[in-house]
């Protein structure tokens, strides 16, 4: 187990090596951001002293060499835009998503489990067919469609909830939170929803599949035999073994969630992090794009080593070689 | 097997869908009642039309037929996805066929890098390309390719992997063909039913990130206009209720994403030896 880790914190910094000069480089040939955060009306001379205070003026070896240095001590740059360190302005944005993504899993599990299970317990019935058509549909929706289609109707035509925007925060542990009012949770409902429907449909297949597998097993059978209530049976045994490979996936999925918002913050100007990084990429604010894919993709890496780590804990079977990122 | 697919209802029903919206991309501009990028057809007079009259669907903020520019975007959706698709098909397949027959230290690598890009979303890995490459046709087709040759890659090797201890891979071996007949006569075309397969998922998945891509602004440029860029284009006057120039375009993009997943899990049923059928 501790080779393990070792192993996979090197190439977490590897992945993380990559992705930072990939990005960084890339970046760096996209335009020129000077001309768009100086001034148009701005002089040769006054464009020069904007880039030597941005230190746009080095080459790009040079540049990255600081940025790779200052990435050390967690320094990942300073945000052209607002002239803050752009972790900072990253983390800033992060309750935000997470409050958003939370939600969006909530709403995913507590509606997707319970149609799985009753579609997989019930397969031939026409509503059972009916939530599996759903789901498909549910796939095959383009998320930011589906959010246009929310907006139109229920701020725009029904009037019932605000279209865009956040709710008022209220500061909890430090942090600046807005689900926990109900003003709050009516502007966080919308793009929730909206996040959530990928995943529902994801939830709701992997529910039925798994319950249509553990139905038939002699555990099932021995628990009806012994004349325990159906509720019981279905509640306890089934929901029980069904629970492993869920947990699982809606781990893995919570970081993909994350990295969706970005999708669903746009649509509903939601102030997350997602947000930030587009703005960021059309005003050509670098440090900040290239601190925000770094974060994420730690961030990433670190669910899934959790997940890979938990998953051999609760198995036995499971041996862990290394693989995935 | 063609037989046994028309017996389902539905997938006949979503194969007959996906073959009018691929004729009707194809012939877009032959059966387009204008060129909705022809600057000389447009009338500006006709800007904001609702549905109906002299435009079955309507027109946009500058009096383009939404009718012709759903067919136009139809033909740029397709094209991306369907060129990054087949581009990942051939590029991850291959490697995965190679790696799977080579064996060892080559396959190990390859699957590493292929298990580390999964676990990553697509849109996140075709943000950090596109952030890199810029926007155009030939960029999004680039970014597509990248996000997606991971899967096929998968698929090729563990198809391969079962094939390359058959008798017939040791027999074209003991005949003394070089490896790469063994490779793309042999071991290829037995690795197709899978690939066909996820290739049909991911086209429709292509499609889908490209309209994502382009809705926010960083995917085709607005020369070509895809769908996505379409949809975004009508989110400015879908707050003041005229819907038509982000729904109509929608629905035609949620037309093409469902019936490809629909006959995708019809092949894949058919494909797999575990479902009794």
Known sequence: ?325 | MIREFLRSRIATAALAALVLIVLVAVFAPWIAPQNPYDLAQLDLLDARLAPGGKYLLGTDGQGRDMLSAIFYGLRVSLLVGVASGLIALALGGLLGVFAAYAGGRAEQLLMRVVDIQLGFPAILVALILIAVLGKGVDKIIVALVCVQWAYYARTARSAAVVERNKEYVDAARSLGFSHLRIVLRHLLPNAMPPLIVVGTVQVAHAIALEATLSFLGLGLPTTEPSLGLLIANGYEYLLSGRYWISVYPGLALLATILSINLVGDQLRDQFNPRLAR
Request: hydrophobic share 55%; charged share 15%; proline share 5%.
């Open chain 1, 1 to 325: 187990m501790p080779a393990f880790i070792l192993r996979r914190l090197a190439q977490t910094l590897l992945v993380l090596f990559i992705t930072s000069a990939l990005v960084f480089g890339g970046l760096y040939l996209v335009g020129n951001p000077i001309e768009i955060l100086v001034n148009p009306a701005a002089d040769e001379a006054e464009k020069a002293r904007a880039a030597v205070a941005l230190g746009l003026d080095r080459p790009v070896l040079e540049q990255y060499w600081i940025f790779l240095k200052g990435a050390t001590t967690g320094d990942l740059g300073t945000s052209f835009v607002f002239g803050r360190p752009a972790l900072e302005v990253i983390l800033e944005r992060m309750p935000a998503t997470l409050e958003l993504a939370f939600l969006a899993m909530i709403m995913s599990v507590g509606i997707g489990v319970p149609l799985g299970l009753y579609a997989g317990l019930h397969p031939h019935r026409v509503s059972s067919k009916a939530i599996m058509a759903g789901s498909i549909l549910g796939f095959s929706l383009p998320t930011f469609w589906v959010g246009l289609l929310l907006i139109m109707l229920f701020a725009v035509q029904l009037g019932w909830l605000p279209s865009t925007g956040r709710g008022p925060t209220e500061d909890v542990f430090g942090l600046s939170i807005s689900i926990f009012s109900l003003e709050g949770l009516r502007y966080a409902f919308l793009p929730s929803l909206n996040l959530a429907l990928f995943k529902l449909s994801l939830i709701i297949r992997l529910t039925r599949a798994q319950v249509r597998e553990q139905a038939l097993l002699d555990y099932i059978r021995f628990a009806r035999a012994k004349g325990l209530p159906r509720s019981r049976v279905i509640g306890v045994h089934l929901l029980k073994n069904i629970m492993i490979p869920l947990v699982t996936v809606i781990g893995l999925e919570l970081g993909s969630v994350i990295a969706f918002a970005i999708v669903t913050e746009s649509i509903f100007a939601w102030p997350g992090m997602g947000k930030l990084v587009i703005d960021s990429m059309f005003q050509l604010d670098r440090p900040v794009v290239v601190a925000y894919l770094l974060v994420v993709v730690l961030m990433f890496i670190l669910i899934n080593l959790t997940v890979d780590i938990l998953y051999a804990a609760l198995d036995p079977r499971v041996r862990l070689d290394g693989t995935r990122a």
